[in-house]
């Protein structure tokens, strides 16, 4: 089965530095890239960046560029997003999705569970 | 960045009702355009993929059409799993930026 694992919940203090991942399986991990999209409590979903593990080439979304860092590990398969200093506004649940490439089709077609992070003091 | 408009932002329908969910983007974006449905609490599931491909598995009451700037997502005839909100994505350039959504809502 091809799917995506993502980490679990987090709860941390405004400063605190995180790290949040997600394991591929079923399918060549290298062969795909991956994408992190945020969705803030009630609202809707937002393109963060994606990497493709292969050669580790990170695109970001100019709003989130300097905010927060993608990367991967493809011996194991698992991609990360991290952040240095922890805001409240970084609440949010944090999914990544395999980014889907051929022909006519690009889109995300498997998600991964969400990894909901708080931030509070 | 490309912006990408959903109209409504809300609607209500029942069981059986067709109903069509519009996205414009900000400029041309040929046909890389994808539906996404989320039900709360859960990850998004995509639909529709090259503006009017039906992804594997969905349901063929899901259509979508259009290219360039004007997409639009049908849906034939409601059904109860139906009820969700729908988001609108384009691909043709980074960042491959999200509607805002259309909360389908039961009437």
């Known amino acids: 089965e091809v799917q995506l694992v993502q980490s679990g919940a987090e709860v941390k203090k405004p400063g605190e530095s995180l790290k949040i991942s997600c394991q591929g399986s079923?399918?060549?991990?290298?062969?795909?890239?991956i994408g992190w999209v945020r969705q803030m409590p009630g609202k809707g979903l937002e393109w963060m960046g994606i990497i493709y593990p292969a050669d580790s080439d990170t695109r970001y979304s100019p709003s989130f560029q300097g905010q927060v860092t993608i990367s991967a590990d493809k011996s194991i398969s698992t991609a990360y997003l991290q952040w240095s200093s922890l805001r409240a506004s970084d609440t949010a649940m944090y999914y990544c999705a395999r980014r889907e490439i051929s022909g006519s089709r690009d889109a995300f077609d498997i998600w991964g569970q969400g990894t909901m992070v708080t931030v509070s003091s | 960045d490309i912006q990408m408009t959903q109209s409504p932002s809300s609607v209500s329908a029942s069981v059986g009702d067709r109903v069509t969910i519009t996205c414009r983007a900000s400029q041309g974006i040929s046909s890389w355009l994808a539906w996404y449905q989320q039900k709360p609490g859960k990850a998004p599931k995509l639909l529709i993929y090259a503006a009017s491909s039906l992804q594997s598995g969905v349901p063929s009451r899901f259509s979508g059409s259009g290219s360039g700037t004007d997409f639009t997502l049908t849906i034939s005839s409601l059904q109860p799993e139906d009820f969700a909100t729908y988001y609108c994505q384009q691909a043709n350039s980074f960042p491959h930026t999200f509607g805002q959504g259309t909360k389908l809502e039961i009437k």
């Open positions: 079923g399918y060549s991990f290298t062969s795909y890239w």
